[in-house]
């Protein structure tokens, strides 16, 4: 995709390399790995017996996930990647209604946000169900286009990963001896909860919209960032238990993270001003910037993260330099979209920045795949 934008390649269509891009990167790498993370939060709670039909789903998922790619290469939006597509989506829906009945007698810091991911995983399914109607009867309405992607990127990002991710977050602070106030997880939790749901409001602010709406969605906005804060804070109050049992790496990454999603409320509270939301939403460089970060910066990093900290693998030489190559590809990304994205609003567009975008795109990949290949099992699974 990054090649075809800075040199010529005949016969893809770029449209359709971004749709296989997107519908696999949700799927196939942070909704798996979220469910595969899940199921080993279940294991403390449920008989290996019972996990078999989440294996199923994994399964599934992943066949569904990697028929997105040839199906939307080849065409797009029709019969064969909508099929994929809703397949992926029924085992969110499946998945979601498991955990909901395998979790129903646990009380735990991590349910809630884990099935509150799920739940918004269900319900951003509307945005994909519109528009596929609209693809496939060719009767696509400008607005409602926008409206239902924004829906579905939204209540993705905002909701089922971010929401996984934290849950991920508290129970590895829980496993490590951190402290969690129940009652200060659940306000937490619910200030987030309802933030998320309100949030919406802020990717469609160019629609018409009485002012007791605006000021409902400035409050969720609010909300999520109090609700962030006090995260922040309990991280802070834990780093003593962080420091005796994470590297040097893990806790310049979870740093690296809480960066990244620090910029991403900072932008999320500063979006209430019109001419924000304006500049934000009417300049695509901007909009690719942001959803970058919250996608590579903040949860993929996090998840590889989790991947490293689970002592799955044995944590050689070369697979900690991969992932520092990694983390430095993933900024540098971030970088030089975030600068197009500044600099396109006086309409300037800088110069080889689609070479530059095109090398760094390499140098992730070369990392990846280096880590990949010499990662081994660890001979005891803690």
């Not at 790498?29 to 279940?42: G, K």
């Not at 197009?340 to 095109?358: D, E, H, N, R, V």
Request: glycine share 6%; hydrophobic share 55%.
């Amino acid at each position: 995709m990054r090649y075809k934008i800075a040199y010529s390649f005949p016969f893809v269509d770029q449209k359709h390399v971004q749709e296989a891009h997107s519908h696999f990167a949700f799927y196939g790498w942070i909704a798996q790995i979220i469910y595969v993370f899940i199921i080993r939060y279940l294991q403390g709670f449920v008989e290996e017996q019972r996990l078999k039909k989440y294996h199923y789903l994994l399964i599934i998922n992943m066949i569904s996930a990697y028929a997105m790619i040839p199906s939307f290469l080849y065409s797009g939006y029709y019969w064969a990647s909508i099929a994929a597509s809703t397949a992926a989506l029924l085992v969110s829906f499946v998945f979601g209604y498991f955990l909901m009945r395998d979790l129903k007698p646990v009380r735990d810091v991590s349910k809630p946000w884990f099935l509150a991911g799920l739940f918004f995983a269900v319900i951003s399914s509307a945005g994909v169900f519109m528009l596929s109607y609209m693809m496939m009867s060719g009767n696509v309405n400008q607005d409602l286009y926008l409206g239902s992607t924004y829906y579905y990127l939204h209540f993705q990002y905002n909701g089922f990963f971010m929401f996984a991710c934290i849950g991920l977050l508290l129970n590895t602070l829980k496993n490590i001896g951190g402290t969690i106030p129940v009652l200060e997880n659940r306000r937490m939790f619910w200030l987030m909860f309802s933030g998320c749901v309100i949030g919406y409001g802020l990717s469609v602010l160019w629609f018409k919209m009485p002012v007791w709406l605006f000021v409902l969605i400035v409050i969720g906005t609010i909300a999520q960032t109090i609700a962030s804060v006090q995260l922040f804070q309990i991280v802070r109050r834990n780093w003593g238990q962080l420091r005796v049992h994470f590297s040097a790496l893990q806790r310049f990454t979870l740093l690296y993270v809480g960066f990244a999603f620090f910029v991403k409320i900072a932008l999320q509270l500063g979006s209430n001003i019109p001419a924000v939301s304006q500049f934000a939403f009417g300049f695509r460089n901007v909009v690719i910037a942001y959803l970058h970060l919250i996608l590579l910066m903040c949860i993929s990093v996090f998840l590889v993260h989790q991947i490293l900290a689970s002592k799955i693998f044995k944590l050689n030489t070369m697979v900690l330099n991969s992932f520092k190559i990694l983390l430095l590809g993933i900024f540098l990304n971030e970088a030089v979209l975030g600068l197009m994205g500044i600099f396109s609003i006086k309409y300037i567009a800088l110069p080889y920045t689609a070479q530059t975008l095109l090398a760094v795109s390499v140098l992730m990949m070369l990392a990846i795949m280096m880590m990949v290949l010499t990662l081994k099992k660890a001979d005891k699974v803690e």
